[in-house]
């Protein structure tokens, strides 16, 4: 009888929680739980009203909020039933406000307990397609996701900012085309085509589509940054810089911290005010570096900075006697009001000074005697690998796989054996990360030196580039680099590139960087040949 009363007892809790009237009724929950948990320890939703329960209570103490306590109530609910969808779920959606990686691996465990699951597909493409890269596993989850549910505009929206990504522009129209046609303005629909026209070097009829978007939601975050990038790499940089302050910083915030400081306005900026100002790290190494010139100008307006930049780079941005003033550190200092007087972004730092500075300045010196004075990790192993007269050529062909962008600005390392039969030219392949097939390929060749083990950080890949004759580069961090050491960079670039680079022939950012742009999109044939000409003249 008891038994029969305990299964009643959880169909009703079951049913009590499924209720959307229910949702702020917690506490009848619980009774109703603690009632179950009397009887029957390892009820799964009597647990789990706990569990909600602990969440509701910890986000009342945001921004000091721990759920400690639900995640883990959550993982033994798992451990004891693993087809509890609903523990998945919700700790997927804990993780996903604290912990990315987490959340990426609650959803791929999750995947494979219900693989046709639709929330659980979609929300684990979205991680991969944006957070990993991994642009053709968010493509088959997405696929899914649009047989499952043809109806909903988003899942089309989705499925064509993957073609996108990977290349497939005609594939990614018709995705967009069919959200449209099911609801005329949606959004994000909209901003795609936008995006496909940009892709395809239509720059006014991305502009429209943009413009349009604003109509449909003025407030737009992706409209109002995809306009201020495209103003900027049509050549109008102070309007572009304008709008690109607009961004979305939330992000950058929650993940390295800082949201407890003011945030700095145009307004704020004076000269001799001494104040403390802490600038925080937004985007990738090259970010970093690039957008680090500003600093002593900044500086030199009297106030006291700290700059917090990813730990790879601390020893190459302390070898700048341009950033002997400013304090380097990895982490934020402890929050205290007295700490900081305001917060920025390294990357707001143009904007902010828009009333100062009329041109850009110069890329911050990184002096050579500094790095080979740091007794670097692998020097004496690097020294022997240049032990040879050749023409020495440092070259990367691939980026980030993470960046949307990446199969727009990275080459197929078999594209460039070209280059490698040039048995006169000693290659450095100045890049961390290889694939097995890339592997095989370097092999091929004796004059390719693949370097990732002694890439420990920037100080040793700056060390290894100052050694070099030239540096031939897609669009990565190691071009901002060579292009702070004055080091002879030759950068292959797209038709449409990153917005620094502009659409002219020449770029101002590096005066020893030469932009060597593809003249068909996708087609990398001429920048490789243009390259092989270059060298063989060199040789």
């Not at 929330?119 to 989850?141: H, P």
């Not at 996701?145 to 005609?170: D, H, S």
């Not at 941005?317 to 380097?328: E, H, V």
């Not at 030196?449 to 990565?476: G, K, Q, R, W």
Request: glycine content about 4%; charged content about 25%; hydrophobic content about 40%.
């Amino acid at each position: 009888m008891l038994v029969k009363s305990l299964d009643v007892m959880e169909e009703n809790l079951k049913s009590f929680l499924s209720d959307p009237d229910n949702n702020h009724d917690l506490k009848t929950a619980v009774s109703m739980a603690r009632e179950i948990l009397v009887h029957k320890k390892d009820s799964s939703y009597a647990q789990y009203a706990l569990a909600l329960n602990e969440i509701v209570y910890a986000n009342r103490l945001a921004p000091l909020s721990d759920f400690t306590s639900s995640i883990e109530r959550l993982k033994r609910l798992i451990k004891l039933n693993p087809k509890f969808l609903e523990a998945h779920l919700m700790l997927a959606k804990i993780y996903g406000e604290t912990d990315k990686d987490l959340e990426l691996k609650t959803l791929a465990k999750a995947n494979k307990i219900f693989p046709s699951h639709y929330l659980i597909m979609y929300d684990l493409a979205s991680l991969k397609l944006f957070k990993t890269g991994e642009k053709e596993e968010a493509l088959e989850l997405l696929f899914k996701c649009v047989e499952k549910l043809p109806q909903l505009p988003n899942n089309w929206a989705m499925l064509g900012t993957a073609y996108i990504m990977l290349r497939e522009f005609e594939m990614a129209k018709t995705c967009f085309e069919t959200a449209l046609n099911l609801e005329p303005d949606h959004l994000n629909s909209v901003l795609g085509i936008g995006v496909y026209h940009f892709e395809n070097a239509n720059f006014v009829k991305a502009r429209e589509y943009y413009q349009r978007s604003l109509k449909i939601n003025k407030d737009s975050y992706y409209a109002n940054f995809n306009i201020a990038l495209l103003e900027i790499l049509e050549g109008n940089f102070k309007k572009g810089i304008e709008l690109h302050e607009k961004r979305d910083k939330k992000a950058v915030l929650n993940k390295y911290g800082g949201s407890g400081y003011i945030e700095m306005q145009q307004k704020d900026v004076k000269k001799d005010t001494n104040n403390k100002i802490l600038v925080i790290k937004e985007q990738g190494f090259g970010d970093d570096i690039m957008f680090s010139r500003y600093l002593k100008f900044f500086n030199s307006l009297g106030y006291k900075i700290t700059l917090a930049t990813n730990p790879e780079l601390i020893n190459l941005l302390k070898a700048s006697p341009d950033l002997d003033d400013i304090k380097i550190v990895s982490s934020l200092p402890e929050l205290s009001p007295n700490t900081f007087d305001f917060r920025t972004h390294l990357m707001s730092l143009p904007y902010l000074l828009l009333n100062y500075i009329e041109e850009k300045p110069k890329p911050i010196y990184i002096c050579k005697k500094r790095i080979k004075s740091k007794k670097l990790k692998f020097q004496d192993q690097i020294d022997r690998t240049l032990n040879n007269q050749k023409l020495k050529v440092g070259i990367t062909w691939s980026g980030n796989p993470k960046h949307w962008r990446d199969k727009n600005r990275s080459i197929g390392l078999e594209m460039l054996q070209t280059l490698f039969s040039l048995e006169k030219v000693e290659f450095y392949a100045i890049q961390k990360v290889f694939e097995k097939k890339e592997e095989k390929i370097l092999k091929k060749y004796k004059n390719v030196n693949p370097c990732s083990e002694y890439l420990y950080d920037f100080a040793h890949t700056a060390y290894l580039t100052s050694e070099m004759d030239l540096i031939v580069s897609v669009d990565t961090s190691l071009v901002h680099l060579a292009g702070s050491m004055n080091k002879k960079t030759y950068l292959m670039t797209p038709v449409v590139p990153d917005w620094r680079w502009g659409l002219e022939k020449n770029q101002d950012w590096y005066p020893s960087v030469t932009l060597v742009r593809q003249e068909k999109i996708g087609c990398w044939i001429q920048p490789i040949q243009k390259m092989k000409k270059l060298l063989n003249s060199k040789i």
